[in-house]
Each structure stands twice: as structure tokens, then as C-alpha cells.
């Protein structure tokens, strides 16, 4: 082991990453007005610790990863959020020092620094402000943990170094690397203060490996005035290799007074004691891994498993470590990759790797849903035409592909559940114009169906099984008909009948189709946006009269291209009658076209340009917004005499992908979609 010498350059004084406007700021000071982060949905939960109870907080208060934000919530009253905003890239790990007065969170390699640093964060919890930011780890941050006194702060990253930090100045004051093998530390525990209040105040720490566990000792060292650290190796049974023959790959660990247990990849714990360091015994509790450990005041422990399963195991006799019973069996929905014990001690806050929080009875271990959310992969968002109380989003992860939220209460309102043999998904979404309460849906087979989201668990109405070869890219609905896409860029026009039969075809596009618009002034006129550089503009109620193999095809109006841009990737109208479009090509461009033209009236781009995921004009047609490919957003003001356009905020909550963001109804608030998995909701003061 290499030891890490103290710096005085890791502290708070480092540099800090900048995301736009509020980046490093407190609850309260949202990046630009008018717009305001209102709530966040979402949890990181693939990564393990990601929540956790506050420690001492008279009401149970959970504090959790979401993207690169840090959410801190009444467990009871979802709207009884605050979300802390610092980090650049996404937090994997949190803590709570046990005072409850400190949060630590660290985060995946940063998007800003040069050399990708894993910053960390030390909060102060009562003003939720930014006490120390900590630049120590390249890569990324694997784990982070206090100590019992909140003195000292330890951190694993991907670059293989474990660092511990002064919490009260931010110095990096020691740490080690595997000078052998470069392994990754994959948690973190701190144990017994030996001889506390004495010079001679010595603290216990326990890192897992993939080649097993070490104890190191962190002692102040008369002879250099500072604290140094030293590591050894736990004995384990075999012979050969560098740890014996005995093989795992530690995920978690928790202490039982002088047992130390392991949770492994192979689904089982294996039990050291801490004062001789050598193995006592291993035994199986569940499949997947065991990624997860919370050890009770009575001994006990509570295990999470990466099949779902949660166990609560205790010494058969408390005198004796190599035995071990279960008392108590649970299942939850995904791996359960964080747990978090409660300050009584009653419940445990559990979070699985499916985007679920659960509260946990520590006693039984029953289980009652907290929070719930995608994890990854969020692919389109849709809102309903006459109503703000409601959204739908859908994603690609097996978990449920479709969720219908309640903006009221932030609740799962509908829920349409995933393919069980998970060999397709939604690719894209739309509400009906002629039932507020039906969705529809494209999927990655060809297929097209109408659920019903009025109830809690959809119900289908009907089903176009074969609308196109691959994937449907892009669904909108009219009053008189639905318009697919496919990923050959052909585009079909149905019926809204009982038959839903097709009425015409449009193969005008030689790429994909991004975006399907139904004319707002003319219910017979259509626009095609596609990645092949041109929007077209047709008339259905009017036939093709140029060539007679195309006599049954509609006509087409206008032709727009842009032979400059990279493809246009979104488009959008006016909803206050101006027959105007206003389309964003990928790589940033904004034009603004009149319908009846092929040129546009006014083009304008980011400087430089960011790569747009998606634009759309608010209702009432004075401002419009695009998602971004870095996670950020920008609203602009639009003059409704003229064609320009100023931009009003530029906002930054995502960690990356910004996929989508809408307008609710009442143009009200912003929603906006992560390709990590997050919603953001914000508030619109215009």
C-alpha cells in the first residue's frame, strides 16, 4: 500500500466547477429568474449509498441522490423538499455525520475540471449551504463516510485512493493507494476510537477490495506532528494468491461489536473479527449480491440483497461468531442498494436499484413504498392538452415503461407495466385530443396502442400491431386523425375510427422523423420533421395531382431545408393561431419559419453552440425552451409582433442528457426529462 501524503491544495479553496447560473448555490437561489427548480423526481439508486435518514431530525427525513442534485425530503410530504445543487456530474454516494448537522455527498468524474476530478461536498444541513468542497479524487467518487466524532471524512474513488479529510478545514490530511494492483476501496467503515481524548487517539477503518478487506489505523504521529496511516490484511482460509485462496469481491460492510461483516458479489457474508483479524465464517442469504448492510443496537443486522430479498440475521448465540440465523424475511421490488437505520431505530429507509424508496420496519421488515421514480433511460414526456394536474413519461428500463405522474402530490397517478419477456419497449408517447384520459403509445416492435390511464394500473383499448418496420420515432394525435413514424422516415396517417385504418402514407423523408406536428390552424395540414435536413408541410385534405403513382397521396405544400445543419431534431408552433413553425436542428440552430415559406423569417444559435435535444413554445406563444445534450436548459422570450427571440434562463439541474422538457397546459411550469433518469419540474413567473 502506498501511503497519500497530506496537501494543504486539497481544501476548500480548490477550484470549483461552474454549471451556469446557481450552480454552487443554497436552496433559494435557483439559477435565473423567472424560472425556479420546483421539485425533483428521481432517485440514483444503481449506485450503492445513494439515501439516507437523518440521523437526528425530529421527523423522518430522507436525504437522497437524484442526478447531480441532492434532495432532502419529509418522508410523509413529498412537497416538503429542498434540493441542494453543487455537483456537475452525477452524486454516487452520500452521508450524514451522526451530530446530524453535516451531509457529504460525492459525485462521478466532473463534466467542468480538465482532469475529470469526483468532487465532494460537505453540507451544512441547518442553513443547507456548501461548507467545504473537496477536489480530491480523479475519476469519481466511490464512497464516503464520517466519522463517529465528525472529525475526520473518508473517500474512495475510482482512481484507486483513499482519502481522509479534515471536516472542519477541508485538508486533505492522508490517505493510501493500492500500489500493487491500483484495486477500488468499494466501501467504507469506521470503527472503534481507541484511547479517545488522549494523544494517543487512534481510529479504526475498514475498506473492502475486490481481494479482500483491510483495517487501517489512523494514529497521530508524535514524530511528524501529523496523523498517518497504516493497513493491514484480514486472513482468510486457502493458500496461494495474494490473499489465499479464499476469492470474493466485497460490496458493503457492517459492524456487530467485534464481528465485521462482508457482503459479497457471490450472494454471501463473510464474518472477520476485528480484534485477531482472521475469518470466522461465511454463509448464503440471498442471489444477486449482497449489496447492501445495516447493522442494528441489538446486534443484529439487516441485509439487502441484489435480487430483492432484505433479511434481518442475528448470532445464533451472542457469544459465538460463526453461527448466524435469520429472523426475518422480505422481498422488494429490484436490488436494494442502500439502507439507512432511523434514529429510534424503529424502520430503515431502503432503496433498490429500480428507483424505489421504501420505509422498512426494522422489526419485521415490512415494507411500505416511500418514493418511486425511473432510474434511467427516460425517453419522451407528454401532457395532457386541457388540464396542468397531470404528465406521462415513459422510459426503455424493464422496471415499468410507462408512469403517469400526479403534479398535485408528486404520486404515480397510472402506471402502464413493462413487457414481461422485456424484448420491447415505448419509444415514444402522446395524449388523445379526443379522450383526455387515453394514451398512446409507439414501441420499439412497430406497434401502436391506446391505454386508458384513468385508473392506477392501465387498461388497453386498442392496438395497431404493425404500424412500421422498428422502431415508431414519433407519435402526435389530432382531432381527426394520429400521425407514426418509423425509423425509415416514412410516415403514416391513421383513422380515428373504430377500424383505425390507414389513410395515407408519406414517404418523403430519407432519415429518421423527429418530430410530427398537427397544424393549430387548419385541422387537414400536417408538418414532417426530419433529421434528413428538411420540415414538409402537407395537406390532407388535398390530393397529389403531379404524378399519378402518387395520386392517393396527400399534397405536399412546402419544402424547407437547411443544408448547413446536421438535421433538424425538434419543431414546434405557435398556440395563439400564427401559422409560424419554430424548428432546432441538432447542432443548435434556431429557425423560425412562416408556413406558407421555404425560408426562415429568423435564425438564431447558442454561441457556442449546444447540441439541442428538443424545443417548444409555452401556450400562450411568447416564450419557447430546448433541452440540451449537456443536461441544461434555455428559455427564451419571443416578441409576438416580430420574429426574434431573447433569451430569458439558462438552467442546469440535469447530470446529462436534458431529453425533453414541455409546457403544462396553463403554462405555468416547466417539466423537463434526464437520460439519467431525473424530472424536474419548474416553476414560470411570466
Known amino acids: ?24 448555490s443554497a436552496l433559494g437561489e435557483d439559477d435565473v429568474q423567472p424560472v425556479q427548480l420546483e421539485h425533483a423526481i428521481g432517485f440514483s439508486g444503481r449506485h450503492l449509498g445513494t439515501a439516507k435518514l437523518h440521523p437526528r431530525s425530529g421527523t423522518v427525513v430522507a436525504v437522497h441522490a437524484v442526478g447531480k442534485l441532492v434532495v432532502v425530503v419529509e418522508a410523509k410530504d413529498p412537497h416538503a423538499q429542498q434540493i441542494l445543487k453543487g455537483h456537475d456530474a452525477e452524486v454516487t454516494s ?23 476530478d469526483g468532487y465532494i461536498i460537505i453540507w451544512d444541513y441547518q442553513t443547507r449551504s456548501i461548507r467545504q468542497r473537496l477536489p480530491g479524487h480523479q475519476k469519481g467518487v466511490f464512497a464516503i463516510s464520517f466519522s463517529e466524532d465528525c472529525k475526520w471524512l473518508a473517500s474512495t474513488g475510482v482512481d484507486g485512493k483513499t482519502l481522509i479529510w479534515e471536516v472542519e478545514t477541508g485538508r486533505l490530511s492522508g490517505g493510501l493507494r493500492d500500489g500493487l494492483d491500483n484495486e477500488v476501496a468499494r466501501a467504507i467503515k469506521w470503527g472503534t476510537i481507541r484511547e479517545p481524548g488522549t494523544r494517543r487517539q487512534t481510529y479504526e477503518l475498514f475498506l473492502s477490495y475486490n481481494t479482500g478487506i483491510r483495517m487501517c489505523l489512523w494514529a497521530f504521529d508524535i514524530k511528524s506532528m501529523q496523523y498517518r496511516i497504516s493497513s493491514s490484511v484480514f486472513q482468510v482460509p486457502g493458500s496461494g494468491g ?16 467485534a464481528s465485521l461483516l462482508c457482503g459479497t458479489d457471490t450472494g454471501d457474508i463473510v464474518v472477520f473479527n476485528t480484534d485477531t483479524k482472521l475469518y470466522k465464517t461465511s454463509f448464503s442469504v440471498g442471489g444477486g449480491g449482497v449489496l447492501s448492510l445495516t447493522a442494528l443496537t441489538d446486534g443484529s443486522v439487516v441485509v439487502g440483497c441484489g435480487d430483492g430479498k432484505i433479511s434481518k440475521i442475528s448470532r445464533t448465540d451472542p457469544t459465538v461468531e460463526t453461527t448466524w440465523e435469520i429472523l426475518s424475511e422480505g422481498v422488494l421490488t429490484g436490488g436494494i442498494t442502500s439502507m439507512s437505520v ?6 430503515l429507509l431502503t432503496g433498490t436499484n429500480n428507483g424505489v424508496l421504501y420505509r422498512t420496519s426494522s422489526h419485521d421488515l415490512t415494507s411500505t413504498v416511500c418514493f418511486t421514480a425511473h432510474t434511467s433511460g427516460l425517453i419522451d414526456i407528454a401532457v395532457p392538452p386541457g388540464r396542468s394536474d397531470q404528465f406521462a413519461i415513459c422510459a426503455d428500463n424493464s422496471v415499468s415503461h410507462v408512469i403517469v405522474w400526479n403534479l398535485d402530490d408528486y404520486s404515480v397517478y397510472s402506471r402502464i407495466p413493462a413487457d414481461r419477456t422485456c424484448q420491447f419497449h415505448p419509444s415514444c408517447i402522446a395524449y388523445s385530443l379526443v379522450c383526455e384520459d387515453h394514451l398512446l403509445v409507439g414501441w420499439s416492435n412497430g406497434g401502436i396502442q391506446c391505454f386508458s390511464v384513468s385508473t392506477q394500473t392501465a387498461e388497453l383499448q386498442w392496438t395497431i400491431a404493425s404500424a412500421h418496420r422498428g422502431k415508431v420515432c414519433a407519435l402526435t394525435a389530432a382531432q381527426q386523425f394520429i400521425l407514426s413514424a418509423g425509423e425509415d422516415g416514412i410516415v403514416r396517417v391513421w383513422s380515428q375510427g373504430e377500424t383505425r385504418s390507414c389513410v395515407a402514407v408519406l414517404q418523403n423523408h430519407t432519415k429518421r422523423v423527429t418530430a410530427l406536428l398537427a397544424d393549430i390552424t387548419s385541422p387537414s395540414i400536417i408538418h ?78 447558442n454561441n457556442p453552440r449546444k447540441h439541442i435535444s428538443s424545443i417548444e413554445i409555452n401556450p400562450a406563444g411568447n416564450a419557447f425552451v430546448t433541452s440540451h445534450q449537456d443536461g441544461s436548459l434555455t428559455v427564451y422570450s419571443m416578441d409576438v409582433n416580430k420574429p426574434a427571440a431573447t433569451i430569458l434562463a439558462q438552467l442546469s439541474s440535469h447530470s446529462s442528457e436534458a431529453v425533453k422538457c414541455v409546457w403544462t ?8 426529462i434526464g437520460s439519467d433518469g431525473e424530472i424536474c419540474i419548474w416553476n414560470y413567473y411570466l
Open 242 to 257: 495474494k490473499l489465499g485462496g479464499f476469492v470474493r469481491s466485497y460490496n458493503c460492510l457492517a459492524l456487530s461489536g
Open 665 to 672: 397546459a396553463d403554462g405555468k411550469q416547466l417539466i423537463s
Open 342 to 347: 432511523s434514529s429510534d431505530g424503529s424502520e
Open 528 to 605: 414532417t420533421v426530419s433529421l434528413d435536413k428538411t420540415i414538409t408541410t402537407f395537406d390532407l385534405a388535398q390530393k397529389n395531382v403531379h404524378s399519378a403513382a402518387k395520386s392517393n397521396a396527400p399534397r405536399k405544400l412546402t419544402y424547407k431545408t437547411d443544408t448547413e445543419c446536421s438535421g433538424f431534431i425538434s419543431a414546434t408552433q405557435r398556440r395563439s393561431g400564427e401559422r409560424e413553425l419554430v424548428a432546432a436542428t441538432y447542432d443548435g440552430v434556431i429557425h423560425m419559419y412562416d408556413i406558407d415559406y421555404q425560408q426562415p423569417v429568423f435564425s438564431t444559435s
Open 1 to 24: 500500500m502506498l501511503e497519500v501524503a497530506p496537501s494543504p491544495s486539497y481544501s476548500a479553496s480548490g477550484p470549483v466547477p461552474s454549471d451556469g447560473p446557481g450552480s454552487v
Open 94 to 116: 452520500i452521508d450524514i455525520s451522526s451530530s446530524g448537522e453535516l451531509l457529504a455527498s460525492g459525485q462521478s468524474a466532473s463534466t467542468k475540471a480538465k482532469e475529470g
